[in-house]
């Protein structure tokens, strides 16, 4: 039976990520806290997202989401975790030829496939809905990050010869990549759609401004959720579980430095006389 093209998935979203092995990831963080506990950061990032994304029930437009994994061998660990996830193997090469494979092998007709990596753990649900909304009309979309590389790109199907040209010849660990990325985009005369700049969590100084992000106000925003609210609740947890002394003194500066705001807002005692003799 061959079912019609309007009725194929028009949606699919991709995690990238690598086996959450001591010292082979997040090792920029592990410098400052210890390879093992970048690792269990890592391997928290992973679970949070495959928990928590896709963000659409269940629908005929909406594929399986997949998860390639980093090194092959580690199909079974990301499958225990990921149950509802299509676990996939990146296969060999840099980066870019296992973006490249992966869109390759799996962009059809009417698809619209978002790629995302495991560094942008709080990764609002809404912005995989405004990518694959700007794919309607753009050919590619791009989630720059603001190191310079990109937390998300999203093609177009079907695939087409012009954008092995996103993936061939790139810097992946330098800081062009999101540029790169839009120039190659201009060069094939396509349409180029972009979401909003985000953090990676690459750093220490990254980390402590992902823990600032969920402990803040909620914004003022009709797509936010009190599951957005429950969901940076948990990863809040799961950081100050791997590394407690350093969610706490995080959590102390801030409380800190809310008291110093308050304290400067309110007049003095002196002020507020002058007031009242006015």
């Not at 790109?153 to 012009?162: C, K, N, S, Y």
């Not at 992946?172 to 990325?181: C, I, L, R």
Request: proline residues 7%.
């Amino acid at each position: 039976m061959i079912t019609p093209t309007s009725l194929l998935p028009q949606r699919q979203l991709c995690l990238f990520a690598k086996h959450w092995v001591t010292g082979t990831v997040k090792t920029r963080l592990g410098a400052d806290l210890g390879m093992q506990p970048a690792a269990d950061l890592h391997h928290l990032f992973v679970r949070h997202l495959t928990d928590r994304l896709p963000p659409t029930p269940a629908s005929p437009q909406l594929a399986r989401p997949l998860l390639a994994v980093a090194p092959d061998s580690a199909i079974d660990q990301f499958s225990e975790i990921s149950p509802s996830w299509n676990v996939i193997a990146q296969g060999s090469g840099d980066l870019g030829q296992r973006l490249q494979r992966m869109f390759q092998n799996q962009l059809s007709e009417r698809l619209r496939l978002l790629v995302i990596g495991a560094d942008c753990p709080d990764l609002p649900a809404a912005t995989l809905e405004a990518a694959w909304e700007q794919l309607r009309a753009a050919d590619v979309v791009l989630g720059p990050a603001s190191d310079g590389g990109y937390y998300l790109l999203g093609l177009r199907g079907p695939w087409e010869p012009w954008m092995a040209r996103l993936f061939e010849q790139i810097a992946w660990s330098q800081a062009e990549v999101a540029e790169t990325t839009r120039r190659r985009v201009a060069e094939q005369g396509r349409s180029l759609g972009e979401l909003e700049t985000r953090d990676d969590v690459d750093t220490l100084a990254d980390l402590q401004r992902l823990a600032q992000r969920l402990t803040a106000a909620p914004p003022s925003d009709a797509r936010h959720t009190a599951g957005d609210d429950a969901a940076k609740q948990r990863l809040l947890a799961g950081i100050a579980d791997i590394i407690p002394d350093r969610v706490a003194a995080w959590t102390a500066m801030e409380n800190s430095a809310a008291e110093e705001k308050n304290s400067a807002a309110k007049p003095s005692p002196l002020q507020s006389k002058k007031g009242r003799s006015s």
